[in-house]
């Protein structure tokens, strides 16, 4: 930090502006961010941009729709060894929301303070960027089902994470670090999930998450508690999940790519005489990246996701698969066209697909 305190908050000011400018004007990024350097802070300006073609073959809806699924410009700041941050703003989906917003106090590798709107520390498809999941949804929803209880549409396992908070972003305190090959991680929230200004009630959430890091392989360990008002008892009360997950491969890796997990809790959405039910998920993606030499190609990339779940273990013919074909070309880094076709079979009803196509900017 320059010693001269009347000139580098300014420095720092212009260094905001001019990253915005660059980012828009100047395609010598590589799609890597603008990256600035002043004596107030060193400041990092990305920005993505999703455009999705939805199709559904539920009767009673809207055909097909195009719609902006994510947009966002994000500025990652570090002021020093010991604090940095990072602020996301979503334009997406006709809303704008915040996704990321939070400071970082970094005492060493081994231990990292956290808070503000972070993603909370359970399964590892959702702590992977949406630059980098494997499928274009994370939860293969199809517009107008309506078949999981308690969570409603279909019975993914990351539609159960997400839906039952356990995972996705939420407000609070994190604490974290990594020791040798090992990353933990655990989090305190409200619960309520992301861009809500108070919490329901006085209780809190936690999640934590142990990982086993060697090379391109990766094994996770996860549980959370969740804490809800349980409207049948009036009391607060808590929800716990557990599970584990494999990660083998990286992206813009050549060759396979697999990533799968499973999770056991409870749905508190769905209280059957004032006690949640117990789902059980589990899914596996695999993919395999194909170098390609091409003018404005690098990469093709076949994909299938199978994933199952069952909302109520004590109640059978409630569960289904979700089948996900689909196929990825590579244009350069993060940016790529997807196409996927999400089939949902539930063991009782009739089977419903959704088709997205997916274009990706990222810089």
Known sequence: MNSDTSIGPVRGRVAVLVAFALTALAPA???QGVQLNSNAVELRITGRLQVQYNQTSVPDQIYSTFFVRRARITAEVKINDFISGKIQPEYGEGTVSLRDAYVDFIFSPAFRFRAGQFKRPF???ELVSSTQILVIERTGG???VADCAGVDNVCSYSHFTEKLNFSDRD???EVGGRISRFVWSAAMTNGRGPNNKVDQN???SYTGRLEYRHSDLVFGANIGVHDYPNDSTLTDEYAMAFGGDVDWGAYEQPGPHLKAGVTYGENWRNLRTAEPSKFFTTQAIATYLIPVEARHLFGLEPLLRVSWGDPDTDVSGDDGWLITPGFVFHVYGRNKIAINVDVWAPASGPTEYS?????????
């Open 29 to 31: 990024a590589q799609a």
């Open 202 to 204: 006085g209780t809190k």
């Open 171 to 173: 407000i609070g305190f």
């Open 355 to 363: 088709t997205k196509v997916q274009a990706y900017l990222y810089f």
């Open 142 to 144: 199809v517009r107008g």
């Open 123 to 125: 399964d590892r498809f």
